[in-house]
């Protein structure tokens, strides 16, 4: 898929950037032979009745790849695939005193495409989803973040978060 492939509007702008390559040992022919990463970036400008906005996005994606092309990893009956986020860990700052670690993240892609990550433990959990082109926040009750529980998942991000009672 290539960005001259992709309809544009006037003003839309995008950009497809191969931003890693990963050679995997296939022992069997349906194994994949490796991964590509790469990063969509895309400017669109909408223009409603009264007002216009551009609105920009950056997204990162994987894919494996066999000697018959590419995988497709989501299934309807499958958990939801880990999304390999080295992304989003390069633009965390790095933890720099000896005390100091950086918190599990986990990211999710579920079969429709929508995204949950969560980063931290369940005392002091980060949730974030993007559905529909939109990323926002995600606030669990502490319940929700207990062990036995969903935790601190990115699948807990994706989750019906309202109050249990």
């Known amino acids: 898929m290539g960005a001259a492939g992709c309809a544009q509007a006037t003003g839309d702008r995008s950009a497809i950037t191969l931003i890693g390559i990963t050679p995997q040992t296939a022992q069997n022919p349906i194994d994949p032979l490796g991964t590509l990463s790469f990063r969509v970036e895309m400017t ?19 894919v494996d790849f066999t000697r018959y092309g590419p995988v497709a990893n989501d299934r309807p009956w499958s958990d939801p695939r880990t999304v390999r986020a080295s992304a989003i860990l390069a633009r965390l700052t790095a933890p720099t005193g000896p005390y100091e670690q950086l918190a599990p993240l986990e990211v999710v892609r579920t079969a429709d495409g929508a995204i949950g990550a969560s980063m931290g433990t369940e005392r002091r959990c980060v949730l974030v989803r993007r559905v529909d082109g939109v990323t926002e926040r995600v606030y669990a009750p502490r319940v929700y973040l207990l062990p036995g529980e969903l935790g601190c998942r990115g699948t807990t991000a994706r989750s019906d978060l309202r109050p249990p009672h």
């Not at 669109?44 to 994987?62: D, F, H, L, P, Q």
């Open 44 to 62: 669109a400008r909408r223009t409603g009745m009264w007002s216009a906005e551009t609105v920009s996005s950056t997204s990162c994606y994987a």
